[in-house]
């Protein structure tokens, strides 16, 4: 069963609208976007949407395999074509005769597949290994990548015409970071998804703090690593442990110098400058009570809490100077700040931002 496209953010909506336009067209698209975005996601929701649903849906990962092997993957071979060729073989092409091919990481194909990939889109003919018949064939070529091709086309990695060719559509996929507003949804989907597959581990869906910590996550994989995420946590039960694994957030932590608030307890600054000191302890003064002992307040220091704190003050200076700047516009501070305006709302109330009375 395909996997829907879930989400309500601006970029998802027009994606979705631009399948609906291009799926009956059968025009070479192109799908870009990071590593875990969804780009094969997008390519079964094409697929689903054309009138080639009769037949075959064919996928082939053009970074997995050397570059013989995916030659003979993508067109096929005669017996005896090459040692251990044993017998005949069709190839991706013509598996996906009347239907779609899907080449993923088409930017990791070698240079000297890509001339003949070229020609196979410009005359729809091939011809396997080891042969010297042509056959036609009629295929709705969809490819993806995270490389920028244009780049690549600049350091000679890629070919131009070729790039021209299969980018006649390109559907840019965001990264998980710009469309938070989707992240709750995700979350929902999965959830239900995977509930049949760990019926013994049922998990337990995320309250209203951990859901704000799942959305002012950066998410560097994407919709793939909320999936794991996902599963992790309806395996182990516990979305601490789960946070505790996941890579570092982007943002840095303050952490606090010990040594430094006992000295300026006493009066003194054994090897720091006064005015380093002071600046640092008045900084970590706004995340950490340090009216405590040294040995309480190394049992309390939280890290995590510390780094949520951080995080929501700047968030919050950065919200209101935008807001001030835009005389409380919140539709245009929305823009500004690239999150949706629903987003901003949530985030005034969070953090009890409100215009100047009257």
Known sequence: MTTPLIGVSKSLLKIKELINHVANTCLNVL????????????????????????????????????????????????????????????????????????????????????SKMLHVLQSGEFSPLGSDQDFKTDVWVIAATNHDLEKRIKQKQFREDLFYRLNIIKIDIPPLRERTEDIPLLVEYYFKLYKSEYPNNPGSKPDEDTMVRLCNYPWPGNVRQLQNCIKKQMVINSWDKVFDEMPAEDSHAIVPDISAHDSVKKGETRNLHPDFANDRISLISEFVDLSTSSEKLLQEISLKKIKKKASDRVEKEVITFVLEKVGWNRSRAAKILKVSYKTLLYKMSEFDINPPSK
Do not use: W
């Open 31 to 114: 799908i870009t976007g990071e590593t875990g975005v969804g780009k094969e996601v997008v390519a079964q929701n094409l697929y689903e949407e054309s009138p080639r649903t009769e037949h075959n849906f064919v996928k082939i990962n053009c970074a997995a395999l050397p570059e013989t092997l995916l030659e003979s993957e993508l067109y096929g071979y005669e017996k005896g074509a090459f040692t251990g060729a044993h017998k005949k073989r069709p190839g991706k092409f013509q598996s996906a005769h009347k239907g779609v091919l899907f080449l993923d990481e088409i930017g990791d194909m070698p240079l000297s597949l890509q």
